[in-house]
Structure formats: structure tokens, C-alpha cells
């Protein structure tokens, strides 16, 4: 998650060899599942994410593939947004930056995770239940 991203997937090498044997059918209903469960941490992570402009909130994509699911986002300022974190000048000796309507001059300036914790991982945790119940509805189908 260091990138900025959550991960959802089947790390289980038994699963995955025995996945290679599968029938189409199966592959495809997990992969749905992936899918499903990638969107409904992909919309409450969108839900969750700050507001100014909503560039963030539409950044906020999935990345699928048949075992795993990447959710997350590439905007450069997602990842302070997310842990929190230390801004430091690139260039010069300050950071100035306006605070209610006062210029501020200051060698770094601390950022707290938004909302103290972040709106990936609030999101993949709120929904962790679902991913499950998605999980063991296409078990039954493939069961079935």
C-alpha cells in the first residue's frame, strides 16, 4: 500500500495452480467477483476522499486482473492525503502558502492523514463483509 493503493487478492499458491485447471466458467465467476468487489471499494473510497475540487475523487480507479484488484489513484498529492506526512520545500528555504487569509513563511509543515485515517483503507475495511459475502455467493455457483 506504500504507492497508494489498496489491494484486494487470492494470494494462495495452492488456489492459483488449482485455478490453472479450471473450467472457464469458474475463472470467469471469480474474476467477477474480483470485479465486484473491486467496485464497491472503488465507489465508497470515492465517497470517503476528500473534497475541494473533486480531482481526487475522480482519479480514483481499479485495476483487475483474474486474482487480484488494485484500487487507488496516481494524483501526486493522494498518498499525504491518505498517511499524512512532513511537506518540505523542494526549492529555497520556505514553504509560503496562505492560512485564513495570512501569508505563512515555514521550513515544513506537518499533514495529518485525512481524517486521521486515510479514505483507501477505510474503505476496503468497511467493506470487507461484502467482499466475503461476494466471494462465498460465487462459491455457491460454482459449487452448484
Given at each position: 500500500?506504500?504507492?497508494?493503493?489498496?489491494?484486494i487478492?487470492i494470494?494462495?499458491?495452492?488456489?492459483?495452480?488449482?485455478?490453472?485447471?479450471?473450467?472457464?466458467?469458474?475463472?470467469?465467476?471469480?474474476?467477477?467477483?474480483?470485479?465486484?468487489?473491486?467496485?464497491?471499494?472503488?465507489?465508497?473510497?470515492?465517497?470517503?476522499?476528500?473534497?475541494?475540487?473533486?480531482?481526487?475523487?475522480?482519479?480514483?480507479?481499479?485495476?483487475?486482473?483474474?486474482?487480484?484488484?488494485?484500487i487507488?489513484?496516481d494524483?501526486?498529492?493522494?498518498?499525504?492525503?491518505?498517511?499524512?506526512?512532513?511537506?518540505?520545500?523542494?526549492?529555497?528555504?520556505?514553504?509560503?502558502?496562505?492560512?485564513?487569509?495570512?501569508?505563512?513563511?515555514?521550513?515544513?509543515?506537518?499533514?495529518p492523514?485525512?481524517?486521521?485515517?486515510?479514505?483507501?483503507?477505510?474503505?476496503?475495511?468497511?467493506?470487507?463483509?461484502?467482499?466475503?459475502?461476494?466471494?462465498?455467493n460465487?462459491?455457491?455457483?460454482?459449487?452448484?
Amino acid at each position: 500500500m506504500a504507492d497508494g493503493f489498496v489491494k484486494i487478492d487470492i494470494d494462495d499458491a495452492a488456489f492459483q495452480k488449482a485455478l490453472s485447471k479450471a473450467p472457464a466458467k469458474v475463472k470467469s465467476l471469480i474474476k467477477d467477483g474480483m470485479e465486484q468487489s473491486a467496485l464497491l471499494v472503488q465507489n465508497q473510497a470515492k465517497i470517503n476522499a476528500p473534497f475541494i475540487t473533486g480531482n481526487l475523487r475522480r482519479s480514483i480507479t481499479s485495476e483487475i486482473k483474474p486474482l487480484s484488484a488494485k484500487i487507488g489513484t496516481d494524483v501526486i498529492y493522494a498518498k499525504i492525503q491518505e498517511f499524512g506526512g512532513t511537506i518540505r520545500p523542494k526549492a529555497g528555504k520556505y514553504l509560503t502558502f496562505k492560512v485564513n487569509g495570512r501569508w505563512v513563511r515555514t521550513t515544513m509543515s506537518r499533514i495529518p492523514a485525512y481524517k486521521g485515517k486515510g479514505y483507501l483503507r477505510p474503505a476496503l475495511e468497511s467493506n470487507r463483509d461484502k467482499i466475503t459475502e461476494i466471494f462465498a455467493n460465487k462459491l455457491k455457483l460454482i459449487l452448484a
